[in-house]
């Protein structure tokens, strides 16, 4: 969102969401830093991210563009709820952290295909990026 804001000339609109943004991580640092130490810093980063993208947005509905968001976050947000039931369930019966975090991200990406939140083109796309990858990282 931000980068079109630039994008759209609209920089004057730009510096209130950036101000907002740095307020938010230097209290939430003041708070949580003391306390938690660089998880706390994390956390204040994380969060004023998140109130940019969220401002951002918004901005971007309101001024600039308006498109229904709906249909684009349905598919990938009831993966997510997916994997998050899958990761609890693998949690509670005692299953280590690290393995059920692979399993539900396994299950978050077929979640995604059986939703259909991402098209066949999409995961052809990204294989051809692996594939390329991987070419660039074997010697020859």
Same mark, same amino acid.
């Given at each position: 969102?931000?980068?079109?804001?630039?994008? /759209?000339?609209?920089?004057?609109? =730009?510096?209130? &969401?950036? +101000?907002?943004?740095?307020?938010?991580?230097?209290?939430?640092?003041?708070?949580?830093?003391? /306390?938690?130490?660089?998880?706390?810093? %994390?956390?204040?980063?994380?969060?004023?991210?998140?109130?940019?993208?969220?401002?951002? =947005?918004?901005?971007?509905?309101?001024? +600039?563009?308006?498109?229904?968001? /709906?249909?684009?976050?349905?598919?990938?947000?009831?993966?997510?709820?997916?994997?998050?039931?899958?990761? %609890?369930?693998?949690?509670?019966?005692?299953?280590?952290?690290?393995?059920?975090?692979?399993?539900?991200?396994?299950?978050?990406?077929? /979640?995604?295909?059986?939703?259909? %939140?991402?098209?066949?083109?999409?995961?052809?796309?990204?294989?051809?990026? &692996?594939?390329?990858?991987?070419?660039?990282?074997?010697?020859?």
């Amino acid at each position: 969102g931000g980068r079109l804001i630039l994008a /759209a000339g609209q920089q004057s609109a =730009f510096v209130p &969401l950036l +101000i907002g943004s740095l307020s938010l991580n230097i209290v939430l640092n003041l708070i949580l830093q003391p /306390a938690l130490g660089a998880k706390g810093a %994390a956390i204040a980063r994380v969060a004023s991210s998140a109130l940019m993208l969220v401002l951002s =947005f918004v901005y971007v509905q309101r001024a +600039i563009y308006r498109w229904n968001v /709906a249909p684009v976050l349905i598919g990938p947000l009831n993966a997510i709820l997916v994997m998050l039931v899958v990761n %609890a369930g693998l949690r509670w019966v005692g299953m280590h952290w690290i393995v059920a975090l692979i399993i539900s991200w396994s299950v978050y990406a077929g /979640a995604l295909v059986t939703l259909r %939140a991402v098209s066949a083109t999409e995961l052809r796309r990204l294989r051809d990026l &692996l594939l390329q990858r991987i070419a660039q990282l074997t010697p020859p």
